[in-house]
């Protein structure tokens, strides 16, 4: 379905479990960047060690693996020695997403999820410049100035409302 798949379009995403089943490991042997998703902090380098080494053991070049940290602190600058002793990590290019916090929170239980994709919020405006630079690495960006943009540049953190969503109620 896969091989299928990339020969129909430009770019293909398969998201797959944590568990590498045969499926798994068919698919991360065909794919052009394995982005391995993971938490803050140093306690998930033994598990992402794990899951990068074996795929490598499966034939995955080390150059096409990527480590996205999810929830990430905006405060906090990133470690690129984190990992980079790990079989396969270290050459992974490190990609990270930033939490939201109670902002997201509030949005997605007001039902408005749509309105994340506003510029401006700081855990929508990660999300896209990390997917622009994965797409420009791939040679998939599109054609738009706000793809440009956001594959250039660094997220522009929008300062914290004491309140958040709060202050608009009256």
């Known amino acids: 379905v896969i091989e299928l798949a ?11 479990s944590t568990t590498f089943t045969d499926a798994v490991a068919q698919a991360v042997q065909l794919a052009d960047r394995l982005v391995i998703v993971s938490g803050p902090g140093s306690g998930t380098v033994s598990s992402l060690a794990r899951m990068s080494g074996l795929a ?6 080390r150059t096409k693996v990527a480590r996205l940290e999810n929830r990430a ?3 906090s600058k990133i470690d690129y020695s984190l990992g980079r002793a790990e079989v396969g990590l270290e050459a992974a290019r ?6 939201g916090g109670r902002e997201v929170a509030d949005l997605l239980a007001a039902g408005q999820a749509y309105d994340l994709s506003e510029p401006g919020y700081l855990f929508s405006d990660s999300v ?5 630079q994965l797409l420009a690495e791939l ?18 953190r929008r300062p914290r409302s004491l309140f958040g969503l709060r202050r608009a109620a009256r």
Do not use: K, N, S, W
Not at 94 to 99: G, I
Not at 139 to 156: F, R, S, T
């Open 6 to 16: 990339a020969r129909e379009f430009d770019l293909v995403i398969v998201d797959t």
């Open 56 to 61: 490598i053991r499966l034939g995955v070049a």
């Open 73 to 75: 602190d905006a405060r």
């Open 94 to 99: 490190a990609y990270r997403v930033f939490d």
């Open 128 to 132: 896209g410049a990390t997917l622009a």
């Open 139 to 156: 040679g998939c960006l599109p054609e738009c100035e706000e793809a440009q943009i956001a594959a250039e540049g660094e997220v522009v």
